[in-house]
């Protein structure tokens, strides 16, 4: 069978991905872009976004064709102590913007579920399908990429991993703000009540999984003792139906980003902040680096990318 051939491949068409594959496609480097699903597609996330991302991926909310709403302050809560944060942070959903971000690229996009990779010719071959010299995993937790070329030589760290429980939807609700409650029920992260518009709401926990482990906690019990917590406020007026979990892994100190011309971006690295597990702009800009890396000749570094978020989400209620 004849191989599609490319500069590089980019499996995952999440926020890392089609970011390195609008970068690679500007500095002129052919590119295909591959994902297992089909687009628009579900995926669990808060929907939280920093001005930030808008600003590396090049747009003001004015662009944006779909429902974007604004915060102009945050409430956190720890120990029952509530603490309003005049910040600047918007909330979307990934349902609509990573078709968005999807539509934007002009490269080759595939619906292919990547299941092999070879290393050949200089080059790799995917599925008999694609051959290209450059290969970068945004696949998310479980990226083909990390788990043939990684896991043995740079594996994650198990004290690193998060699990959540999260519900999207539409519903009555009489709180418009955003609030996070940290170490609610004595749980090792923290809970979100995440207003979107058009009548969407997202809630939902996070916390570290080893720590609930530990001592035998489970997210299906925190998460539960959440939702109690917010119908006992008055915060939700439907109990959802529901609520689905996820895994994923916060940044830590020694992540190798490039083996030799395979190179692993966002999610897939392993990259989100670790005191808030802000996933959407680390794999943005892991993405950019990614691509200038290769299109650049440039070492792939993560210098740039936050560690953290809070300074940011405060500095940015700071700034005229
Ligand atoms: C419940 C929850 C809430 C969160 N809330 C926030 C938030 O509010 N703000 C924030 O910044 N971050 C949040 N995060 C983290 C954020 O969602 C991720 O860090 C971010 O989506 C990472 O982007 P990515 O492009 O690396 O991967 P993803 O967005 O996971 O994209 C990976 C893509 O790869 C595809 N793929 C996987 N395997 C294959 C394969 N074998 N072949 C082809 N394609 C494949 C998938 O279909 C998917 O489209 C949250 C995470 C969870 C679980």
Request: aromatic share 12%; net charge positive.
């Amino acid at each position: 069978m004849t191989r599609k051939r490319f500069d590089a491949a980019v499996v995952g068409a999440g926020p890392g991905g089609t970011t390195c594959a609008r970068e690679l496609e500007r500095l002129g480097v052919k590119t295909v872009l591959l994902d297992k699903a089909d687009f628009p597609r579900q995926k669990l996330c808060a929907g939280w976004i920093t001005p930030d991302v808008m600003a590396d991926l090049g747009f003001v909310p004015s662009d944006y064709p779909y429902g974007i709403k604004r915060f102009d302050r945050i409430n956190f809560h720890i120990n029952h102590v509530k603490i309003p944060v005049r910040t600047r942070q918007y909330s979307i959903r990934r349902y609509e913007f990573d078709h968005w971000l999807l539509q934007r690229v002009k490269t080759p996009f595939y619906r292919h579920t990547v299941r092999r990779i070879r290393e050949k010719n200089g080059g790799f071959e995917i599925d008999d399908r694609f051959f290209a010299r450059y290969i970068i995993g945004a696949g998310g937790t479980n990226c083909p990429v990390f788990r043939q070329f990684f896991k043995n030589k740079s594996p994650r760290r198990e004290k690193s991993l998060i699990v959540t429980m999260e519900k999207e939807y539409r519903t009555e609700f009489p709180d418009r703000q955003c609030h996070l409650w940290f170490f609610v029920n004595n749980l090792p992260g923290y809970a979100w009540y995440v207003p979107k518009i058009n009548g969407y709401l997202n809630i939902g926990i996070g916390g570290k999984a080893f720590r609930m482990n530990k001592r035998g906690d489970s997210i299906q019990y925190h998460f539960a003792a959440f939702l109690d917590m917010l119908e006992q406020k008055g915060m939700i007026t439907a109990r959802p139906e529901g609520g689905k979990g996820y895994a994923y892994y916060l940044r830590h100190p020694d992540i190798r980003t490039r083996i030799g011309n395979a190179l692993i971006i966002g999610d897939s690295a392993g990259l989100a902040t670790r005191d808030m597990g802000e996933g959407i702009g680390p794999a943005v800009k892991s993405g950019i680096l990614a691509a200038r890396s290769i299109a650049l000749n440039r070492p792939f570094t993560l210098a740039s990318v936050n560690r953290f978020s809070l300074p940011q989400l405060v500095w940015s209620g700071l700034r005229p």
